[in-house]
């Protein structure tokens, strides 16, 4: 089972409504907002999937609410999948999933 550590605003992680999957082994994929201030959470990658729309919504409503003149980038890390999303201002959630498809629908680091 591979892991996904969210290194993501709270109020990111609360909007999206990620099941908590407890404190596992954090090797695995790290999901990241470069340069923000963040809390960690672990969820496993088949809930990530599962949740993949309302984690891309409440991505693009908290970017919504960010300042708009500041370089955004959303990184990706893990075995198999390596990804740096700009985050524009108003980035939507189709262009989101869109650009997560690889660990969405791929089978990175799966166990």
Known sequence: M???LLHLPPEVVADAELPYEGLRD????TLALD?????ASIVTL?????NARNLARA????????PPGRRMTLTVRGEGVELHLD???NVSVGDLLEQL???VNGNPGES
């Open 2 to 4: 591979t892991n996904v």
């Open 26 to 29: 954090t090797n695995g994929i």
């Open 101 to 103: 498809q690889p660990l």
């Open 46 to 50: 088949a809930t990530l999937r599962l």
């Open 35 to 39: 340069g923000i201030n963040v809390a």
């Open 87 to 89: 985050l524009p201002p």
């Open 59 to 66: 991505i693009r409503n908290w970017r919504l609410k960010s």
